[in-house]
């Protein structure tokens, strides 16, 4: 007998299991825990993936996500009860996450259910030492769609990142380039936020928004960006 991970979890308990029944949501290809070198599956085709809890890419490991892969978040429930919010699911990249959606076959990181808020899982942080490289994905319902936090030669292109919370992108990298890519839907935030570091923010798109791009490097790019319905202040550009 091996023991091998079956990539099946449980969601949405109802019932209280004396007088009435339980009920569960059974998730399929759920994915949870750490990707490391004991773990052979770091390919994500496309098809539909859950994440019910902490899902942490260690070092020296590459998850390649491709055309079509849909990842399901489930909302407020933190399998795992740890990173910056115990309630609330998070992609914590310490390795290499490559997402490589195609225009016509986007990736979608998006709520588990039907009716989502944009705060139902905390986002991907990218942490010192790791790598993002992120195309033709949508990003939705997070508390901060994805967070840089690392020094490596990222690119956010061609993304959508619509009803985020707080920050589409925060950008604490300086090697940082977001272009070509839309941010909607954000009514306390910002869809760009990068406080004393000059990423390089180019020919994107912002719709709905409280701020728009805030940046205080001396480096930093700004240009060729289109601002439609986005609140505008001494803080954001």
Not at 208 to 232: C, D, M, R
Request: glycine content about 8%; proline content about 4%.
């Amino acid at each position: 007998i091996q023991n091998k991970p079956t990539h099946v979890g449980v969601s949405n308990i109802r019932g209280d299991g004396t007088s009435v029944p339980m009920y569960v949501d059974f998730l399929k290809n759920n994915r949870v825990g750490r990707i490391n070198t004991n773990d052979t599956d770091t390919i994500w085709n496309a098809g539909t993936y859950t994440i019910n809890g902490d899902l942490t890419i260690d070092s020296n490991i590459t998850l390649h996500i491709k055309p079509g892969a849909i990842v399901k978040i489930t909302p407020n429930r933190d399998r795992m009860s740890a990173g910056v919010d115990v309630k609330k699911p998070e992609i914590i990249v310490k390795g290499t996450l490559k997402v490589e959606g195609t225009a016509a076959n986007p990736v979608k990181f998006i709520s588990f259910v039907s009716a989502p808020s944009d705060t139902d899982w905390y986002g991907i942080r990218v942490l010192p030492g790791g790598s993002a490289k992120i195309k033709y994905a949508q990003i939705k319902h997070a508390y901060i769609g994805v967070s840089y936090q690392n020094t490596a030669s990222d690119t956010v292109a061609n993304c959508l990142f619509d009803s985020n919370c707080v920050y589409g992108v925060k950008a604490f990298n300086n090697n940082l380039v977001i272009r070509n890519s839309s941010f909607k839907n954000m009514l306390v935030g910002w869809g760009v936020y990068s406080n004393n570091y000059s990423p390089k923010i180019e020919n994107n798109y912002f719709e709905n928004l409280k701020y728009g791009v805030s940046v205080s490097g001396a480096a930093a790019v700004v240009t060729g960006n289109k601002f439609v319905g986005t609140s505008i202040s001494e803080r954001a550009i």
